[in-house]
């Protein structure tokens, strides 16, 4: 990767696209230290602190944010409401037909559903800036103004706006390092923010290790070695796929004789991504986060109910886990159509060496698909379980998790690939010499 950036850096268009992408990324973390009026900043993170060891929806924002959500700046919300809107969007791509005939459409119809997209984000980042404000004054008591009358309504007017208007610029900068830069805009800012943390979390870490406590010294060393093999495995994964080998049947058209050539169908282990942690995680936040508007009864059912749902509690684990798995099979069914396929293979004269076409052909690619998909369900789970279980085992806080491990790898490594294609284009001779 690092000779792949060495000679991306010596083509000059890409070059200058490099440079404007690092200057969007330095805008973006600016961004991230512009404080909101009316809020103290100081009284968020202490309050945040208590909040995030419990599992709840915070700390999954706050990973998305690259720590500017527990610190109530102006890009606090961050690519949160584009990436929830992304997905809602992509679901009913496949549930409503008007949506479902505009991806069908090509490029036009693609820049329809991405203004759709912005449209729904926007509506998704008013929501959230709401909601955080209300938990900023009723939970966290972090308002500075506490007046009455307008100005009252001012301050909340203008906390919310703040918020929302963050959102707004991160999705601005993020379709320009897009249009102008390298990769793609949402995931290289979603890159940045994770990156941004890790500085922090290693000055964390090796403070438990000057602390005096034995153990420490073995389990922060322990705990980067995994990271190592952890980073290791997910390239490895990132990259497997099963490939089908399909054969095409020989035709004759006049003189000249077509096909017979043989290939595959690549299907990749990890399709889905990061994607059912989200989906898993967004849903067993639900319980922890209802804490913070509602407060159970002592030995009463909800408290109980809250108790299984802590971050630490192994039944916690065992549901996250399964979710995790219901959710990549969720994803990959709406991605991936089997009877779709076959009909294409069919239509092309072609077939899978040994298989029938038609039925037997989809019930095939269905049993094959199953399986990957279980193979990359239990990569994702152990992932995402990894922080939990090392620290139930150990005592000791996972700084960085197996989510933002997986989103940094995936993004590095996609990155690459669209510089290496851009290199590659840049560098074919062509058939005129």
Known sequence: MLQTLKNAWSVPELRKKLLYTLLIIIIYRIGGAIPVPFLDTAVIKSWFETQNSNGNIFSYLNVLSGDNFSKGTLLALSVSPYINAQIIIQLLTYALPPL???????????????????????????????????????????LVYTGSGFDKVFSEIVIIMCFTAGSSLTMWLGNQISEKGIGNGISILLFAGIIARIPSDMVRDFGYMTSGDTKYKILVPLLYVIYIFMIALIVFMNNAERRIPIAYAKRVVGRKQYGGQNTFLPIK?????VLPII????????????????????????EKVLNVFSYSHPVYGVLYFILIIAFNYFYISMQYNPLEIANNLRQSNGSIPGIRPG??????????????????????????????????????????????????????LETARTMESQMMMRHHKGFLE
Do not use: C
């Open 100 to 142: 479902e005939r505009l991806a069908k459409e090509g490029m036009e119809g693609r820049k329809k559903i991405d203004k759709v997209t912005r449209y729904a984000a926007l509506a998704i980042s008013v929501f959230q800036a709401w909601a955080y404000y209300l938990t900023l004054k009723n939970q966290a008591h972090a």
């Open 269 to 273: 282990v990890s399709m889905a991504g």
């Open 279 to 302: 989906f898993a995680m967004a849903f067993m936040s639900l319980p922890a986060t209802l804490e913070l508007f509602i407060t159970p009864k002592a030995g009463g059912f909800y």
């Open 359 to 412: 039925k037997p052909t989809v019930d095939y690619l269905r049993r094959v698909l199953s399986k990957i998909t279980l193979l990359g369900a239990f990569f994702l789970g152990l992932i995402a379980l990894f922080p939990i279980i090392f620290g139930y085992a150990t005592n000791l806080p996972v700084s960085m998790g197996g989510t933002s491990i997986l989103i940094v790898v995936s993004v590095a």
